[in-house]
């Protein structure tokens, strides 16, 4: 099983559909990351929580939400999806020291038409 | 804000030359990584550079890290097919609010 899995890997969903992206991790790691990516741009950050009780805003968070069930469960939603949301979108996990890097899932392939 | 440039976007290679790509940052940063993304997949991590002066090579790959500069380069040598593929640099600090920030991506096209 894979380290850090995302759910699901692809969705086609209508504008103004509420749509929940998960993610969990068996890395022990408490610190999760949500990356966008859109061709050209890179990876940029979304939202990111160094433990559950911690939630912070990236720079690209407006229209986003996210939830930190659990150490290992960190959730994006869009509440109402629209077509510039289309994009690939990535997990992340580190450890509070960030020795080993940063773990990222395989990636959820988002549509909004 | 700290901003990660990547420079040039796209580069066609010819098959066994050699290469640089250049990776600059607008501030101080602890730590400077470099990946490799395929189309459609995940990032592998390809290098971790911790300090001035680092210098990492694996296979056909060599980066290197001036934080005085603030620029990393990713040298290829030989290359080869294999290594057509999209090249990420990101940038992290040490500390409480650690994240990577991430420059755009350089995509590489190993051609005959």
């Known amino acids: 099983d894979a380290d850090v899995t995302q759910t699901p890997r692809n969705r086609i969903t209508k504008t103004g559909k509420r749509i929940m992206l998960e993610c969990s991790q068996t890395?022990?790691?408490?610190?999760m990351y949500w990356y966008r990516q859109d061709p050209g741009l890179g990876l940029r950050l979304i939202y990111y929580?160094?433990?559950?009780?911690?939630?912070n805003k990236g720079e690209i968070s407006d229209g986003y939400s996210v939830s930190r069930q659990a150490q290992a469960k960190f959730s994006l939603s869009l509440e109402s999806a629209i077509p510039n949301q289309t994009a690939l979108y990535f997990c992340?996990?580190?450890?509070?020291?960030?020795?080993?890097?940063?773990?990222f899932g395989s990636g959820t392939r988002l549509t909004v038409v | 804000e700290l901003k990660v440039e990547q420079n040039p976007l796209f580069l066609s290679m010819q098959e066994g030359k050699n290469y640089t790509i250049y990776c600059n940052y607008s501030t101080t940063s602890d730590r400077l990584y470099w990946y490799r993304q395929d189309p459609g997949k995940s990032l592998e991590s390809l290098f971790v550079l911790l300090s001035n002066g680092a210098v990492k090579q694996e296979g056909r790959l060599m980066a290197s890290l001036d934080t005085k500069a603030r620029l990393s380069t990713l040298h290829i040598t030989a290359a080869v097919h294999d290594l057509s593929a999209t090249y990420f640099c990101a940038v992290d600090r040490t500390g409480a609010n650690s994240k990577l920030t991430f420059g755009k991506g350089i995509t590489l096209s190993v051609r005959p």
């Open positions: 890395k022990g790691h408490d610190r």
């Open positions: 929580s160094f433990d559950v009780k911690d939630i």
């Open positions: 992340a996990t580190s450890d509070r020291t960030v020795n080993y890097g940063y773990t």
